[in-house]
Nanobody, 125 residues
Framework: QVQLVESGGGLVQAGGSLRLSCAAS????????MGWFRQAPGKEREFVAA????????YYTDSVKGRVSISRDIAKNTVYLQMNSLKPEDTAVYFC??????????????????WGQGTQVTVSS
């Protein structure tokens, strides 16, 4: 069974940058997708970005395109989320997730099978 641990969250001013990391351990699968979601207080969990572990194909929600980049380091079993030009509305707990055969429902949290504990990102105005 795979375990996911996020890190890299924190407090940043609007316009700043953060890089989140998600370290995977345990039983990982090369055909899995790795994704990032976020959840702001009182809101539903929202898809942010995803990457295929083997081919590196990337997917983004429209609100972050051009500001966010997802990447993976296969040797380190780690996925990164580089976030630039951060806005106060990016404030949320960011979760890493993994799953197989999620591409058809990539934006739905229920499609993903394993989640990390989350890391808080706060963007001040």
């Amino acid at each position: 069974q795979v375990q996911l641990v996020e890190s890299g969250g924190g407090l940043v001013q609007a316009g700043g940058s953060l890089r989140l990391s998600c370290a995977a351990s345990g039983r990982t699968f090369s055909n899995n997708m790795m994704g990032w979601f976020r959840q702001a207080p009182g809101k539903e969990r929202e898809f942010v970005a995803a990457i295929s572990w083997s081919g590196g194909n990337t997917y983004y929600t429209d609100s972050v395109k051009g500001r966010v980049s997802i990447s993976r380091d296969i040797a380190k079993n780690t996925v990164y989320l580089q976030m630039n030009s951060l806005k106060p509305e990016d404030t949320a707990v960011y979760f890493c997730a993994t799953g197989a055969e999620v591409i058809a429902r990539i934006r739905r949290p229920t499609a993903w099978t394993t989640w990390g504990q989350g890391t808080q990102v706060t963007v001040s105005s």
